[in-house]
């Protein structure tokens, strides 16, 4: 696949980098963001991925007043997972789960 088929918006790009979520996720059981990065490596010609969790504890505190968006931020995100933690993480299919 071409991976300029990707809707996305590039790693270098300037300025910080926003994730806008709807403010009504807060309203589910035990609600998270997972935030997807990807990177095109010509030499392998793959593409690589990097995953970030935000559970809502990391999220800034409701506005009185909030529209019906906030953003996070690099910040609010739980260093990078990989697949098999993120999975565990989030649905605790640890040793002897069934």
Same mark, same amino acid.
């Given at each position: 696949?071409?991976?300029? %088929?990707?809707?996305?918006?590039?790693?270098? @790009? %300037?300025?910080?980098?926003?994730?806008?979520?709807?403010?009504?996720?807060? #309203?589910?059981?035990d609600?998270c963001?997972?935030?997807?990065?990807?990177?095109?490596?010509?030499? @392998?010609?793959?593409?690589?991925? #990097?995953?970030?969790?935000?559970p809502?504890?990391?999220?800034?505190?409701? /506005?009185?007043?909030?529209?019906?968006?906030?953003? &996070?931020?690099?910040?609010?995100?739980?260093?990078?997972?990989?697949? %098999?933690? &993120? %999975?565990?993480? &989030?649905? /605790?299919?640890?040793?002897?789960? #069934?």
């Amino acid at each position: 696949m071409d991976p300029s %088929a990707l809707r996305t918006v590039e790693r270098g @790009a %300037a300025g910080p980098k926003v994730l806008k979520v709807n403010s009504r996720l807060r #309203e589910h059981d035990d609600p998270c963001v997972i935030w997807i990065f990807w990177d095109w490596d010509t030499t @392998a010609r793959r593409v690589r991925l #990097e995953y970030r969790y935000s559970p809502q504890e990391k999220w800034p505190d409701p /506005d009185p007043g909030e529209p019906p968006i906030f953003e &996070l931020r690099n910040t609010h995100f739980l260093p990078d997972l990989n697949i %098999a933690q &993120l %999975a565990v993480h &989030l649905f /605790d299919f640890g040793p002897g789960t #069934e």
